[in-house]
């Protein structure tokens, strides 16, 4: 092995044991992702589910005469296909009441001479069965007359009702969570991949011998700062890449969030923004009239503006500055993370969720570069 291979694979090793060890680097970008994931899939989790996504309603009917009408038509809301409303359990009165007790229907509909429901709560679901019955009222002459004239044209006769309550059938019309509630967790990736900036700066504090007595062991050693630069960054990287991708398993395979399947592309991603992260915390690290206490604050503010425009705090703000300002989301490292994620999840092609990797990963190019610049011409009149 070459003497600059040796030098290399030594800092290396010795930058991933420092990464390793550092309680603080690892709080931030590993613990804290956890339990805000963890905490913000309690608190937001199952909105979606519980509010803007229809599913049939299970309702019992408890058959008290028979009514051809009302049972052509349960039949047509409740046939398999897209415009499905209802499933529906006919049963008697004393098994029904115990199906809505258990909640395993969220309706009784007793049909006899009059219609009658009986419900448990109040909510979306129960309004839904109200709706189906205030429909049928409405329409029940024309179904009537049809059944006993024309029983072969029921169908017919009930599609007008279909279609006027067709606002609570489930209409997918691209692939993927339509959820916006996942865009919060999309921005938690987008989070873990900035503060990998931190490991960044604690990175290249240790290059400035003005800053620590490591610095000045380190300037002194003979080896290139080019090669500690890229052997820094690559054992920061390693780091903060795993942590990420532990951080995408727990997502998806231990919460089952939805936020796609298209793993190889979203570990790339992870890579090329966890790169970027720690290219921009070298960055500022890099400044030389700052203190370490003001890189670190430069840090955690522009960290969370960045968070912030990426919809982690309050969801619809990235729609609101592509609307006033789209150059901003186009170069905003969160925002492009974001919206990757949110093309791989929803769109059937690769062609935005590239432009995002490619404008990100040009952007880790261009930061990179001009640290390395500021790093090599770093003079110091005495050590």
């Given amino acids: 092995m070459r003497g600059g291979d040796f030098m290399f694979f030594r800092e290396f090793k010795y930058m991933l044991l420092s990464s390793l060890r550092s309680r603080e680097l690892i709080f931030w970008t590993l613990l804290f992702p956890f339990a805000l994931t963890t905490f913000m899939y309690m608190a937001l989790g199952d909105i979606f589910d519980r509010t803007e ?5 299970p309702v019992a009917i408890v058959k008290e005469q028979d009514n051809m009408t009302l049972t052509a038509m349960l039949n047509a809301v409740s046939a398999e296909g897209d415009k499905k409303l209802l499933i529906t359990t006919y049963t008697g009165e004393k098994e029904a009441k115990k199906l809505l007790e258990e909640d395993q229907v969220k309706g009784i509909i007793y049909m006899g001479n009059k219609l009658s429901l009986t419900v448990k709560e109040s909510g979306m679901d129960e309004t839904m069965l109200q709706s189906v019955l205030k429909q049928f009222t409405k329409y029940e002459t024309l179904i009537q007359d049809t059944a006993q004239n024309h029983p072969d044209k029921i169908e017919q006769a009930v599609k007008p009702m279909q279609q006027e309550m067709s606002y609570f059938t489930k209409e997918e019309n691209t692939r993927g969570n339509q959820d916006n ?33 490591l610095g000045q062991r380190r300037n002194v050693c003979g080896m290139k700062k080019s090669t500690m630069f890229v052997a820094d960054f690559a054992a920061t990287e390693l780091v903060q890449f795993v942590l990420a991708c532990a951080l995408l398993i727990y997502m998806r395979f231990v919460l089952n969030l939805q936020i796609g399947e298209r793993y190889a592309a979203m570990v790339l991603l992870l890579f090329v923004g966890t790169s970027f992260g720690i290219v921009f915390g070298m960055l500022i690290g890099s400044i030389a009239h700052l203190s370490e206490g003001g890189k670190i604050g430069v840090l955690v503010s522009s960290n969370l ?3 912030a425009m990426s919809d982690l705090m309050i969801s619809g703000i990235k729609g609101v500055i592509e609307k006033a300002a789209p150059i901003v989301n186009d170069i905003s490292p969160a925002a492009l993370i974001t919206d990757a994620f949110y093309a791989l999840n929803v769109y059937d092609t690769y062609e935005r969720f590239f432009v995002d990797v490619l404008s990100l990963a040009g952007l880790t190019v261009l930061l990179g570069g001009i640290c390395i610049w500021r790093v090599r011409r770093n003079r110091y009149a005495s050590i």
């Fill in 181 to 213: 509630v996942v865009n919060y967790f999309y921005a938690i990736f987008a989070m873990t991949c900035l503060f990998a900036s931190f490991s960044g700066c604690a990175a290249i504090l240790q290059m400035q011998a003005n800053l620590t007595p």
């Fill in 305 to 307: 503006v960045l968070c």
């Fill in 53 to 57: 996504k229809f599913e049939p309603v």
